[in-house]
């Protein structure tokens, strides 16, 4: 079922008696069992396991007014879904809603009851940037280092946002003329605004040809923490090492013709021209292929290979 079937059933007050909620928006799943609830005035509980929620719902009193039943992550349900069917017949004029974290389509579960599935998938970047600018002021940079940061799941972006309200709060006397980019790039700096490690093995190469020694150790500390082969930076780095010398020693009028490269191989070589000498990159490639070997033959430990290289080429 598509979230907008199930906002048409909740307008119409003409709901199923069982949904099932996944995805990574949580934070939307929350709003959605509210508007759910207010057709019961409010009334949602939190039912522990399935077994629970089958006493409860046998045993109701005909004078017990109906509510919304929330499991989570019901490994019972999981195992025999069958049950679903044993509580959907006692579940009256009740609502029940599991939610769960994972879900493997393969599993007799979903096959059983896909029609039920309500899958809150993460908001467009567009409807994330206009809910943003109704919580907080940011410049449009900002908005889009808050959206990747939170890697675009709205729930954690208004944590982050509520945290940098918090922040400026503290400081009155600057209230008046708040400028929450500058609140932002503190907590980012000091870690209380987390930022996952992400894929930086382009950036790393990037940092590398251009010589920007910060640069390349926070790259590289990206690409550790989320366990990037060292082979694999190796080879990428060598790929691109290679083209820029090819563009930059070459002094002919047919590029594309005599390298084999292609013009945006060719326009992102030539944005890195010039930074090593030509005999520099004769000297990165050859060592880079001598650490390759070195890994491959237990020559090299492969934990001290990136330092060892960046020592010697930067």
């Keep these: 079922m598509e979230v907008a079937s199930l906002k048409a059933q909740i307008q119409s007050g003409n709901l199923d ?7 990574e928006e949580w934070y939307t ?17 939190s039912v522990d396991d399935a077994q629970t929620l089958y006493k409860k719902l046998s045993r109701r009193s005909i004078f017990e007014r109906p509510s919304l039943y929330v499991l989570r992550d019901d490994a019972e349900i999981i195992k025999n879904p069958d049950i679903i069917d044993r509580l959907r017949a006692c579940a009256d004029k009740n609502v029940i809603v599991l939610v769960l974290s994972n879900v493997d389509k393969r599993t007799k579960l979903y096959k059983m009851y896909k029609d039920s599935f309500v899958e809150f998938s993460l908001l467009e970047r567009a409807v994330l940037k ?13 908005v889009d280092k808050l959206i990747d940061v939170c890697e675009g799941n709205y729930g954690r972006i208004l944590l982050e946002i509520d945290k940098i309200k918090r922040y400026a709060q503290s400081f009155p006397e600057e209230f008046d003329d708040v400028d929450f980019d500058e609140y932002f790039e503190r907590l980012l700096k000091d870690g209380t605004i987390y930022q996952p490690p992400y894929d930086a093995i382009f950036d790393f190469v990037d940092d590398v040809l251009m010589h920007d020694v910060k640069a390349v150790y926070e ?30 020693s070459y002094d002919g009028d047919n590029l594309e013709k005599a390298t084999g490269l292609t013009a945006m191989q060719i326009k992102f070589a030539k944005r890195r021209c010039n930074i090593y000498r030509t005999g520099d990159l004769v000297y990165m490639l050859q060592l880079i292929h001598e650490i390759e070997v070195g890994i491959k033959i237990g020559k090299i430990e492969e934990s001290l290979a990136m330092d060892y290289l960046l020592v010697h080429i930067l």
């Design 17 to 23: 008696n069982f949904y099932i909620f996944t995805g």
């Design 29 to 45: 799943q929350r709003l959605y069992l509210k508007q759910i609830s207010k057709q019961f005035d409010g009334r949602m509980n």
């Design 130 to 142: 206009r809910h943003i600018a109704i919580n907080i002021k940011l410049t449009n940079k900002h």
């Design 219 to 248: 790259s590289l500390d990206n690409c550790k923490r989320i366990g990037e082969s060292t082979l694999a930076l190796l080879s990428v780095l060598y790929t691109n090492a290679k083209h820029v010398l090819q563009v930059q």
